[in-house]
């Protein structure tokens, strides 16, 4: 009896496990690019790369230093599968600590670490954002900041779309990565300020 009871409660975990994790992605499979949307065949241009200005650098310089610190929390992330009729989520999580450092000149450095629990593998990574000055659609606001970068691969174009969105002390940060401009995969770190 106890057996079954236990059983029964690590299924009810994991489907709650499950639910969870799909109502992270607010994005669905395959769905279209918002720049492409906005662009129509433009958006293929990747002369629409820009530099950035120096109030947009200067509104950065402000953002980040709200983001510079040690935060930690949980780093979801998908790949989408299986034919565009009946698409499906292969979902990880990891639990993620992640070091931000923010530069007067508003370059944005990552270094974080993610923990697979259940596989038991640890992965040290780091990342900047905005140290080259060239990005396409950047908006910046007081409550976030989302832009995108786009590259060729093998006749492919790869866009990531970004969004940073700082709230009090959480921090949650969405990276999208759409292929000829159709969603393959998706990542979303929700953090809290340690220090």
Do not use: H
Request: aromatic content about 12%.
């Amino acid at each position: 009896m106890y057996k079954s009871f236990t059983a029964c409660l690590k299924y009810v975990f994991a489907i709650t496990s499950l639910i969870v994790t799909a109502n992270t992605f607010a994005t669905d499979c395959y769905s279209v690019s918002p720049n492409f949307s906005a662009l129509g065949d433009e958006y293929f241009d990747l002369d629409r790369i820009k530099t950035l200005t120096t109030t947009q650098k200067d509104q950065l310089v402000e953002f980040n230093a709200r983001l510079a610190g040690t935060w930690q929390g949980i780093a979801s992330s998908s790949v989408c599968k299986g034919p565009e009729s009946s698409p499906r989520r292969e979902t990880k999580e990891a639990e993620l600590k992640a070091n931000i450092k923010a530069s007067d000149n508003s370059q944005l450095s990552v270094f974080y670490e993610l923990n697979y629990v259940e596989d038991r593998i640890k992965k040290n990574k780091s990342f900047s954002w905005f140290g080259n000055n060239l990005l396409s659609d950047l908006e910046v606001s007081n409550n976030s900041v989302t832009f995108s970068e786009k590259t060729r691969f093998q006749n492919r174009l790869i866009e990531s779309i970004f969004s940073i969105n700082p709230s009090g002390n959480a921090l949650t940060i969405t990276f999208s990565l759409y292929s000829n401009s159709i969603l393959v995969s998706e990542k979303i770190w929700n953090m809290n300020r340690v220090n």
